[in-house]
């Protein structure tokens, strides 16, 4: 069996040893006799597996006791409208930075609620950088600060975390959580689609902190209620067991590697070495300021782009796949979550170079 260099941006490549575990687990989780997914989540197998996942979840980023985690479903996407309904808290508007295609459908899905007011904006330079704190207005009746940590599109990543007072800081961090460690008590409310860099799609992590539970819209929605499931252990209804058992696995794993600031240097070698090569090569191109640079997500693009497809043929018949940029800005991106070994990248930069060898003559 040969598996293969998957640059995918979400759904995303998984450490290898997780799905290995799960496989030998797949019939008989710990002598239950049963697969996690045909476990009852009352039952007291389930609910020691969803207990240890938060555990550890907490141990790695450090969340303070006055945090509750939740393990929801409906994607990063519900959470463009399960914070406005929330955390208005009977303000009128709320606060975004724009920094490209995910602050943009978060700006746009928060409107029909509030007055969703940009205070700053990368749209200037085609969301090519991060907008210095310094050059942020806030409003002065927001309810929250809501900014994308990575843009998994555009490859622009936050490196520094926004101070904003009294005002509770809201982050998509959908496609770098866990890539670093984190001051989660500098924020009110992180969340994070699964797919990307934790495990698989249909679980989404949300952090908040207890005072901003329990204030939604007058008669919300039973299950658009933090309330309902931070009151019920994220049980209220049948929780995606099985994905919280994988991201459970994946969280045991971070701890094995040594946690989150060994992951983080990890991170920075992968990232180095592709941005290195990108910035020595005159025939690939990435568009992003150097210091807001993702190093989950890397965009490229090659110097004619009539060679997109030679490039990405060779590279499946080198076994590296899902380079193809977003449909929306076109060219590559190669995707280098906490799961994606340095040998892939080693390889990547290799067939760049050789690709760029044989256009170049
Ligand atoms: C993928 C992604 C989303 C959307 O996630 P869904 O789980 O598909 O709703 C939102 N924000 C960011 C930054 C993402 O990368």
């Not at 509030?114 to 991060?130: G, H, L, M, R, T």
């Not at 696995?249 to 990232?271: H, M, P, S, T």
Request: net charge neutral; charged share 25%; hydrophobic share 40%.
């Amino acid at each position: 069996m040969a598996r293969v260099f998957n640059f995918s941006a979400g759904p995303a490549t998984l450490p290898e040893e997780v799905l290995k575990q799960a496989a030998a687990e797949m019939l008989d989780w710990h002598g239950s006799g049963q697969s996690v997914m045909e476990m009852s989540h009352r039952g007291k197998e389930y609910m020691s597996i969803q207990a240890q996942a938060e555990a550890d979840l907490r141990e790695l980023l450090a969340i303070p006791a006055n945090y509750k985690v939740l393990f929801l479903q409906g994607g990063a996407t519900l959470q463009f409208e399960m914070i406005p309904i929330n955390l208005l808290r009977g303000k009128p508007a709320a606060d975004f930075v724009n920094t490209g295609e995910w602050a943009k459908k978060a700006i746009k899905e928060a409107k029909p609620f509030c007055q969703a007011n940009v205070i700053a904006s990368a749209e200037d330079k085609n969301f090519s950088y991060a907008p210095a704190q310094s050059t942020w207005k806030p409003s002065k009746d927001a309810a929250y600060i809501h900014y994308t940590a990575n843009e998994t599109i555009g490859g622009v990543e936050f490196h520094w975390v926004p101070k904003t007072g009294d005002v509770p800081l809201v982050c998509d961090m959908s496609s770098n959580i866990l890539s670093k460690p984190v001051d989660v008590s500098k924020y009110g409310l992180i969340y994070a689609g699964a797919q990307k860099n934790i495990g698989p799609a249909g679980l989404t992590i949300v952090i908040v902190r207890e005072d901003l539970i329990g204030q939604a819209v007058p008669t919300p929605p039973t299950m658009l209620d933090y309330k309902t499931h931070a009151e019920n252990d994220s049980m209220f209804n049948t929780p995606p067991t099985y994905g919280i058992y994988i991201a459970g696995l994946v969280f045991q794993w971070l701890k094995k590697q040594g946690g989150l600031a060994v992951i983080e240097k990890r991170n920075i070698e992968k990232a180095n070495l592709l941005y290195d090569f990108l910035d020595k090569s005159s025939f690939f191109k990435n568009p992003v300021r150097k210091e807001d640079r993702s190093r989950m997500n890397v965009p490229f693009t090659l110097k004619d782009e009539a060679l997109d497809d030679e490039f990405l043929k060779g590279a499946k018949e080198r076994n590296m796949l899902q380079l193809k940029g977003h449909r929306s800005v076109g060219g590559m991106r190669a995707s280098i979550y906490n799961a994606m070994p340095i040998e892939g990248v080693k390889a990547l930069v290799a067939y760049m170079q050789e690709f760029e060898a044989k256009h170049s003559k």
